[in-house]
């Protein structure tokens, strides 16, 4: 059973561009989570999807920033318009359903460096 | 607002010492606390998971306390090796619905030969 994954691991984008970051949760899951790790600093929650729907975005920065997660593929982060300050590595993670849906497994993240 | 620290933000240690690391939170209404490890450019492990009902978790060398009144958990390693150098992440989780884990900042953990 694969863990969580994540793709690309590195990526690099110009001011101005678009990044999509993506997710693929452990098989079975239904639950995905994004964090975001600024440089020197502990992990922020950004958004809880469930499929096809977003659960908790309250984490999320109001402008520029999209989370999905369809019904089929992965789940997409995707930051519009980049600035420097997007550079920070973004985590998602993953559970199940029902009793065990609070254990998260975390993907290697997506390094992010805008130049 | 629930607010995670670790302290210290960073701790060396010479093999063979017993490590101790702290982490504090202000509302004492979480569902769980996780330990996690993070090894440099990598993602999160699992270390121990410990309910709120619950006062410790072991594994190995590892031993995870938790004072849910007093806002604190306490996660020991023993006898520490040259591996056992990364960051260690605690984070909790709010009883209240949703599923959000709140982190601290970690501490940065260097076990020298």
């Known amino acids: 059973n694969a863990g969580v994954m994540q793709n690309p691991r590195h990526l690099v984008r110009r001011r101005g561009q678009e990044a999509r970051l993506r997710c693929s949760p452990m098989k079975g899951h239904s639950h995905v989570y994004w964090y975001r790790q600024l440089p020197e600093e502990g992990l922020k929650f950004m958004v809880y999807?469930?499929?096809?729907?977003?659960?908790?975005e309250s984490g999320m920065p109001k402008e520029r920033f999209s989370a999905e997660f369809p019904k089929e593929g992965p789940s997409i982060l995707r930051i519009q318009q980049v600035v420097r300050g997007d550079s920070a590595a973004y985590f998602c993670a993953s559970s199940p359903s029902g009793v065990r849906t609070y254990e998260q497994y975390f993907g290697p993240g997506t390094r992010l460096t805008v130049t | 607002k629930q607010e995670v620290t670790q302290i210290p933000a960073a701790l060396s240690v010479p093999e063979g010492e017993n490590l101790v690391l702290n982490c504090s939170f202000t509302?004492?209404?979480?569902?769980?606390l996780q330990w996690f490890r993070q090894d440099p450019g990598k993602g999160l492990t699992s270390l121990l998971l410990?309910?709120?009902?619950?006062r410790e978790q072991t594994s190995g060398r590892l031993n995870a306390s938790l004072d849910k009144s007093s806002g604190r958990s306490t996660l020991y390693i023993a006898a520490s090796q040259p591996g056992d150098s990364a960051t260690y992440l605690c984070?909790?989780?709010?009883?209240?619905?949703?599923?959000?884990?709140?982190f601290g900042g970690g501490t940065r953990v260097l076990v020298k030969p």
């Open positions: 984070a909790v989780r709010p009883q209240a619905a949703g599923n959000k884990l709140t």
């Open positions: 410990i309910q709120s009902s619950q």
């Open positions: 999807l469930q499929k096809e729907n977003i659960i908790d």
């Open positions: 509302d004492s209404a979480i569902y769980n």
